[in-house]
């Protein structure tokens, strides 16, 4: 798990050298295609890949986006009409063979079927009409970390691409994501803190609330805690409840417009007198309890490739600081295959 989480950098690198060519093809033709509607699936860390795309469809795109619940197609039955629907599957490893049915089903029922995995000879990249490989090269921790941040950086220069873009936004993502994995000896600290820790909560909004979600899975998997994350928002309207001194609150604050909007979110939990670590903007998480700043300057939709990295190495330290093994979780396999 060390070693994938510091080959993010060139990972990326990888992907913006050599991947844009099957990017602009797969833009070119969902251009074409035009649709009214997207909907993306995905199960456990391409969830989270999958709800960040759907943040960039809304607001950059301005079209209604959805996530699939799978079993509706595959234990129910149901074949909707997806006419002007693009259907975008995400997945490291392309094998769920919930993921794969509901490609199928959606291809047959009209839908532009995109597949956005780490494995371009799966199951899930045959199904679909267009695929996209990350390639972010042969993951073997359990716990996805590069592949995570490749399908973010994926979708963003897909979606990026179909609005006109060129990706130049992204180029400098691998030099900054290197400052970031500089800060390993500060989370290595930060997680003597926490590793008695039994419950952690997890918040952000905006592009922010899917590294929450991420976050909060990655600590369950490798440390076994009781990680919970919610939106900003939802957290005020009743799991802020829950929260006290001895419940530590991971808080993931970018400098763009989900940070400013957590900032009622920490006045509130100052007022628990919460235990709040944060990850963002220098001048937001100044005060709190402790904090990881990141660089400057990022666009807010990509702020998330780079809040995720602290929270990575949290996961991995405090798993060791536990007496884990954050590379063989317990009742864990890196491939999980649903129906």
């Not at 199904?127 to 399908?151: N, Q, R």
């Not at 989370?187 to 909004?205: D, H, N, S």
Request: glycine share 8%; hydrophobic share 45%; no cysteine.
């Amino acid at each position: 798990m060390a070693a994938e989480i510091a080959e993010q950098p060139q990972a990326w690198k990888t992907l913006l050298d050599n991947g844009t060519e099957a990017i602009a093809a797969a833009a070119a033709r969902i251009v074409e295609y035009n649709p009214r509607f997207v909907q993306f699936v995905a199960r456990g860390t391409s969830d989270h890949a999958a709800l960040y795309a759907k943040y960039i469809v809304e607001i950059s795109h301005q079209l209604p986006a959805g996530l699939v619940s799978p079993s509706t197609m595959t234990v129910y039955g149901a074949q909707p009409d997806l006419r002007e629907v693009l259907y975008i599957a995400v997945s490291q490893s392309g094998g769920s063979p919930d993921l794969v049915q509901s490609v199928e089903v959606a291809r047959a029922q009209g839908a532009l079927t995109v597949a956005i995995t780490n494995n371009e000879s799966s199951p899930l990249s045959q199904a679909a009409e267009l695929h996209i490989d990350v390639l972010a090269g042969a993951e073997k921790s359990v716990a996805a970390t590069k592949s995570y941040t490749s399908e973010l950086l994926a979708l963003y220069l897909l979606l990026d691409r179909v609005r006109g873009g060129d990706g130049s936004l992204a180029q400098a993502l691998p030099d900054l994501a290197a400052q970031v994995l500089d800060g390993d000896a500060h989370v290595r600290e930060v997680a003597q803190r926490y590793r008695f820790a039994q419950r952690l909560i997890a918040t952000g909004r905006g592009y922010s609330y899917p590294t929450a979600r991420e976050g909060a899975l990655k600590l369950m998997e490798t440390s076994y805690l009781s990680a919970q994350a919610f939106s900003g928002a939802d957290l005020l309207h009743g799991p802020l409840a829950t929260v006290d001194p001895q419940v530590p609150v991971l808080a993931v604050v970018p400098a763009g417009a989900g940070g400013e909007a957590m900032i009622p979110v920490l006045e509130r939990l100052a007022e628990r007198n919460a235990d709040v670590f944060g990850v963002g903007a220098a001048d937001r998480i100044a005060g709190l309890a402790g904090g990881i700043s990141l660089p400057a300057g990022v666009p807010d939709v990509l702020s998330p490739l780079l809040e995720i990295i602290p929270l990575q190495q949290l996961a991995l330290h405090l798993a060791v600081a536990r007496g884990g093994d954050p590379d063989t979780p317990r009742g864990l396999r890196k491939v999980t295959e649903t129906l």
